[in-house]
């Protein structure tokens, strides 16, 4: 398990979404559950939003730094204004810069692979004529749209009528890889793999293979990915660093 200070590049960028208001209330209520579900996610959104913050409020003193510069006016003390100004705005961008390069530098290799490869499941063609499968599909429609967090809602109602099948918990599965939480994406696609002669088997392998990447399981993902068979699976497999 990684320590609370390391943070993942698809964390960091949910907690960013959050603090800037890029997100819907469903999605609002989704984080704000995991958040009180998971200790280690909370305490890392904490350092993660003390940190933001801090920038947040540098920025806006160079700002006001750069308008005060302004409406001063000629005079002796003009020059020496300008250039405390200047050195002040060099600290900021110093300051922006050393956090990220150390958001950067603690990316894993196997999570830089991670992203190269990731690429969300197109989802299922939609014929939404067919009533016996409307709500299947409608879900669907919303997955395609990237409004996971609806089909998740909506596949999850479907999938307690019906737990063990392949398709509903290889899209939860994906959603969630999507949605950038691993853990919950490797249960669902777990399940979607028990199913004997599963039409997703070799999806289900290279995806899982990448959901144990995210969570910096190699050795899982390789096992995955071995058991693929297919060009984009051996390919990343050569390339994971144990």
Known sequence: MDSPEYIPLETQELFERFLMGGMDDNERSAFLESLEGDSELDQRFKMFKSTFRAVEEAGLRTSMEQYHSKIEGSGKGSHRSGRITFYRIAASVAVLV??????????????????????????????????????????????????????????????????????????????????????????????????????????????LGLAYLKENKATKALEHLSRCGEGRCEELKAKIEI
């Open 98 to 207: 050393a956090l990220g390069l150390w958001f950067l530098l603690h990316k894993t290799p196997n999570e830089r692979l991670y992203q190269q490869y990731f690429i969300a499941d197109p989802g299922l063609p939609t014929v939404m004529g067919s009533a016996d499968n409307y709500d299947f599909q409608e879900a669907m429609v919303e997955y395609k749209q990237g409004n996971y967090a609806t089909a998740i809602a909506k596949w999850e109602t479907l999938l307690s009528q019906n737990r063990d099948n392949d398709t509903l918990n290889y899209f939860l599965g994906s959603a969630h890889l999507a949605r950038g939480d691993a853990h919950k994406a490797i249960g669902y696609m777990q399940k979607a793999l028990s199913v004997k002669e599963s039409a997703f088997v070799q999806d289900l392998h290279f995806y």
